[in-house]
């Protein structure tokens, strides 16, 4: 993409870190959804950081419920040529 020769769908999740070389685009009207879910066997006997993992996706789903379009909704984008 760098390279002037791509284009990529990417989660927003994975658009922590983006290089000043590559123009983000938001998707048009809305961008699609995909849910994050979290399982474990019932009755398993987990891990003590699981219910701490758990309490930061919780967390974190709240935040982006919160900003709505995204935080990268028309961020770094130019005018198609």
């Known amino acids: 993409m760098a390279a002037g020769v791509g284009v990529a769908l990417i989660p927003e ?5 983006v290089r000043e070389d590559v123009i983000i685009r938001a998707l048009s009207p809305a961008p ?3 849910q994050v879910i ?5 009755g398993a006997r987990l891990v003590p950081a ?4 758990l309490q930061v996706l919780e967390e974190s789903a709240a935040q982006y ?11 770094r984008s130019k005018p198609m040529a």
């Open 65 to 75: 419920r919160e900003l709505g379009e995204g935080r990268w909704a028309g961020a």
């Open 50 to 53: 699981a219910p701490a993992m």
């Open 13 to 17: 999740l994975a658009l922590s870190v």
């Open 32 to 34: 699609p959804v995909r």
């Open 38 to 42: 979290a399982a474990a066997p019932a």
